[in-house]
C-alpha cells in the first residue's frame, strides 16, 4: 500500500447579510398561591397576547415558545435574629418570539400594543434573516474557495502538485444570524423614547438594523504530488 501524500488546509467562509426580519422576544412571568392557578393565569396571560397580536394580522400560531417553566417561590424574612423562608407561591416563566418581515410601522403598532397590554410583558427586539440556509450554503462556498486558494498558494510554494480532494471536514456548527440592538428584556414603557404618531395608536418607529457578520471554517484534504 503506497503512503498517500496530503495537503490539509482550513479555508474561512466570512460574509455580510442584511436582516430582513424583525424578532420581538416576549417574556411573561407571575406568581400565585396555587401551581393550577399559576398556570390558568399563564394560560391566560399567552392567550392575551396572540389576542393582540392577531390583531396586526398574525396567526396564533406564529408566538412560538422557547422557554416555559415553573418554580416554587420564597422569601426571605427575620423571626427575632433568624432569618427564614416561607413559601410565597409558585411562579411561571415564559418566553416566547414572534417574527415577521421587518416593518417599522408595523413593529410601532406591536410595541404600543404591548406596552398597554395587562400582562405588562417584558421584550427584547432583535433581527434576522428570512432564508438562513441560503446564507449558509453562500457561507460554506465561500469558505471552501477560501481553502482552495491557500491551497493552491501553498503547493505552488511548495513545488507540488494538487490532485483529488480526498476529504472535507466541516462542523455544521449553530450559526447565529441574529443582530441585538437589545440585549436584555425591556419593559415597553421604559425603552420608549419616540413620540406616538398622531392619529394612531403607534409608536413611531425608525430603526435600521446594522449588517450581520458571519464566519465559518471548513477544512479540506487534497492529495499532491
Not at 96 to 104: A, H, P, T
Amino acid at each position: 500500500m503506497t503512503n498517500m501524500r496530503t495537503l490539509r488546509v482550513t479555508g474561512k467562509g466570512q460574509i455580510k447579510v442584511h436582516p430582513d426580519t424583525t424578532r420581538i422576544t416576549i417574556s411573561l412571568e407571575g406568581t400565585y398561591p396555587e401551581y393550577g392557578e399559576t398556570l390558568k393565569h399563564s394560560s391566560m396571560d399567552t392567550e392575551g397576547l396572540k389576542d393582540i397580536l392577531n390583531t396586526f394580522g398574525f396567526e396564533r400560531s406564529d408566538l412560538k415558545t422557547l422557554n416555559f417553566h415553573v418554580e416554587a417561590e420564597y422569601e426571605n424574612y427575620k423571626d427575632k435574629d433568624t432569618y427564614k423562608q416561607r413559601f410565597i407561591g409558585y411562579k411561571f416563566h415564559h418566553t416566547m418570539k414572534v417574527e415577521f418581515l421587518s416593518d417599522n410601522d408595523r413593529l410601532g403598532k406591536v410595541l404600543y400594543a404591548l406596552d398597554n397590554c395587562p400582562a405588562k410583558p417584558e421584550f427584547r427586539l432583535s433581527y434576522t434573516i428570512s432564508d438562513p440556509e441560503a446564507a449558509k450554503n453562500e457561507l460554506l462556498g465561500e469558505a471552501v474557495t477560501d481553502a482552495k486558494e491557500k491551497a493552491t498558494v501553498l503547493a505552488q510554494a511548495a513545488g507540488v502538485t494538487l490532485k483529488d480532494i480526498q476529504n472535507i471536514d466541516y462542523s455544521w456548527s449553530k450559526i447565529d444570524f441574529e443582530c441585538r440592538p437589545t440585549n436584555r428584556m425591556l419593559m415597553a414603557d421604559k425603552c420608549m423614547t419616540a413620540p406616538m404618531a398622531a392619529g394612531g395608536a403607534h409608536y413611531d418607529m425608525d430603526i435600521e438594523p446594522d449588517d450581520i457578520e458571519v464566519s465559518d471554517p471548513v477544512t479540506v484534504i487534497w492529495e499532491i504530488a
